[in-house]
């Protein structure tokens, strides 16, 4: 028995639903029909990187280390190429695995035999065992990425699909990990709408067709998932947030140039449709907003009237944090004495809550909501499942001390892409946020979350061992 997760990496749920209504992808719509399809959330920052952490590890990108695709390392505890700033985009992505909290096993150290290609998260592969990230495969990637270079990226995709394939097909492998990373560049680059789009679609349903072909032949089980990590919005303009700053007189550090421009703010964004700002870049220990508010209330005033800016999160320490919008007011999100999520309005419902407040005019009670609780009630929202994203990010050690998540049509980096940006994620927005997931597996509970599939491919290796 072999357990396969494919990413469609960037695709939203209603994108795939209507091609698969459409006969466009009918080894998807076999899928779907044989098995079970569900819309999920994934996490905040919703980056590629930081949001393969559920999947590989059932936590939240913050509870794991990662805080975003790009973050500074207030500890100072590994400087790589960039110092103390953190961006997993190019050669340092395969730097993640050594950011990653130890405390808790990836998929792969808990399976015998696992398999991955173009994932971002491999902690626990053999070098022979992570297809693609070699030493003789890192350069021609590289130049591929570097120049915008989507086409090639497709070729690329899908020589390594073959050679995975070829590698299931042996049945050596009990859990496998392929990431379809086309989608994503071509929403980029081209709209997530765009023809292009679902060319790069068709190449998850032949992976997915020949992987069930293969196994039928050999009279050999396959579990299989179909997952995203985050889905796209279109973008009309861009706020380039690290000038915003500098404008303000603040020396800056952000990305590429981090080893230079003052020790005040560092700007790190995801996406690009979220930031941590850093603040008084001095201090090993990071500070919590009551204290700062004093010094740094007129950016967040500033921030928050911005048209860019959907919601600021101020975080209060790691069981609190304030949530700010422009035209819907404030509230704190905090976290009770008994591991609840209560929800508290102070002037107004930036969340989107209001039908789900009690007499009192909160959400939660004294005792606080549950996960699943907390996710029912949000669920329907612009933001879902807004209250465990919040705390499980802003209660990070790793992130910053302001955290923006950008308002619809706009992203927050105008510069240094090698893809131009029509299109964006990463905010907590669930255009973003919601993603698909179509698997043969039959779960135990409806999956609510991407962390699910780490729970669902532990079960299918869990039953192999049986």
């Given at each position: 028995?072999?357990a396969?997760?494919?990413?469609?990496d960037?695709?939203?749920?209603?994108?795939?639903?209507?091609?698969i209504?459409?006969g466009q992808?009918?080894?998807?719509?076999a899928?779907?029909r044989?098995?079970?399809s569900h819309?999920?959330?994934?996490?905040?920052?919703?980056?590629?990187?930081?949001?393969?952490?559920?999947?590989?590890?059932?936590?939240?990108?913050?509870?794991?280390?990662i805080p975003?695709?790009?973050?500074?390392d207030?500890a100072?505890?590994?400087?790589?190429?960039?110092?103390?700033?953190?961006?997993y985009?190019?050669?340092?992505?395969?730097r993640?695995d050594?950011?990653?909290?130890i405390?808790?096993?990836?998929?792969?150290?808990?399976?015998?035999?696992?398999?991955?290609?173009?994932?971002p998260?491999?902690?626990?592969?053999?070098d022979?065992?992570?297809?693609?990230?070699?030493?003789?495969s890192?350069?021609?990637?590289?130049?591929?990425h570097?120049?915008?270079?989507?086409?090639?990226?497709?070729?690329?995709?899908?020589?390594?699909?073959?050679?995975?394939?070829a590698?299931?097909?042996?049945?050596?492998?009990?859990?496998?990990?392929f990431?379809?990373?086309c989608?994503?560049?071509?929403?980029?680059?081209?709209?997530?709408?765009a023809?292009e789009?679902?060319?790069?679609?068709?190449g998850?349903?032949?992976?997915?067709?020949?992987?069930r072909?293969?196994?039928?032949?050999?009279?050999?089980?396959?579990?299989l998932?179909?997952?995203?990590?985050h889905?796209?919005s279109p973008?009309h303009?861009?706020?380039?947030?690290?000038?915003?700053?500098?404008?303000?007189?603040?020396?800056?550090?952000?990305?590429p140039?981090?080893?230079?421009?003052g020790?005040?703010?560092?700007?790190?964004?995801?996406?690009?449709?979220?930031?941590?700002?850093?603040?008084?870049?001095?201090?090993?220990?990071?500070?919590w907003?009551?204290?700062?508010?004093?010094?740094?209330?007129?950016?967040?005033?500033e921030?928050?009237?911005?048209?860019?800016?959907?919601?600021?999160?101020?975080?209060?320490g790691?069981?609190?944090?304030?949530?700010?919008?422009?035209?819907?007011?404030?509230?704190?999100?905090?976290?009770?004495?008994?591991?609840?999520?209560?929800?508290?309005p102070?002037?107004?419902?930036p969340?989107?809550?209001?039908?789900?407040l009690?007499?009192?005019g909160?959400?939660?009670?004294?005792?606080?909501?549950?996960?699943?609780?907390?996710?029912d009630?949000?669920?329907?929202?612009?933001?879902?499942?807004?209250?465990?994203?919040?705390?499980?990010?802003?209660?990070?050690?790793?992130?910053?001390?302001?955290?923006?998540?950008?308002?619809?049509?706009?992203?927050?980096?105008?510069?240094w892409?090698?893809?131009?940006?029509?299109s964006?994620h990463g905010?907590?927005?669930?255009?973003?946020?919601?993603?698909?997931?179509?698997?043969?597996?039959v779960?135990?509970?409806?999956?609510?979350?991407?962390?699910?599939?780490?729970r669902l491919?532990?079960?299918?290796?869990?039953?192999?061992?049986?």
């Open positions: 028995m072999t396969v997760i494919l990413v469609a960037g695709v939203r749920p209603d994108t795939l639903a209507a091609a209504d459409a992808l009918p080894a998807l719509a899928l779907r044989d098995g079970a819309v999920v959330t994934s996490v905040f920052p919703s980056v590629t990187g930081p949001a393969y952490v559920p999947f590989l590890m059932g936590l939240h990108p913050g509870e794991a280390g975003g695709i790009r973050w500074w207030r100072g505890t590994r400087a790589y190429a960039h110092g103390n700033a953190r961006s985009v190019g050669f340092e992505a395969l993640q050594g950011d990653l909290t405390a808790h096993p990836t998929l792969f150290e808990l399976a015998e035999r696992p398999l991955a290609a173009l994932t998260i491999g902690r626990g592969l053999r022979d065992a992570r297809l693609g990230a070699g030493i003789a890192w350069p021609r990637m590289a130049w591929t570097f120049r915008g270079d989507t086409r090639g990226w497709l070729r690329l995709e899908a020589a390594l699909a073959d050679r995975v394939a590698r299931v097909a042996t049945g050596a492998h009990d859990l496998v990990l990431a379809h990373q989608i994503d560049k071509f929403s980029h680059l081209r709209g997530h709408d023809p789009v679902l060319a790069a679609m068709r998850v349903d032949d992976m997915v067709a020949r992987l072909d293969d196994a039928a032949r050999a009279g050999r089980p396959l579990d998932l179909v997952v995203s990590d889905g796209h973008v303009a861009h706020l380039d947030l690290a000038d915003l700053v500098r404008a303000r007189g603040h020396g800056v550090l952000a990305h140039w981090t080893f230079a421009g020790d005040d703010v560092a700007v790190m964004v995801s996406g690009n449709a979220m930031a941590h700002l850093y603040l008084e870049l001095g201090r090993r220990e990071r500070p907003w009551p204290v700062l508010g004093r010094q740094w209330g007129s950016l967040v005033a921030l928050e009237a911005h048209p860019a800016v959907d919601l600021l999160l101020l975080p209060h790691p069981d609190s944090c304030e949530v700010r919008s422009a035209t819907r007011g404030a509230a704190l999100v905090r976290r009770t004495r008994r591991g609840g999520l209560r929800y508290e102070t002037d107004g419902d969340l989107e809550l209001a039908s789900a009690d007499a009192s909160t959400l939660g009670g004294e005792a606080g909501l549950d996960a699943d609780a907390a996710y009630a949000s669920r329907g929202t612009t933001y879902p499942d807004a209250l465990t994203q919040v705390l499980a990010l802003a209660g990070s050690q790793r992130a910053g001390e302001i955290i923006v998540s950008a308002a619809p049509g706009w992203d927050l980096r105008s510069r892409e090698p893809i131009p940006h029509r964006t905010s907590l927005r669930r255009e973003h946020l919601l993603v698909p997931l179509l698997t043969t597996l779960p135990d509970r409806v999956p609510r979350r991407t962390a699910d599939v780490f491919a532990r079960q299918a290796m869990a039953t192999t061992r049986a």
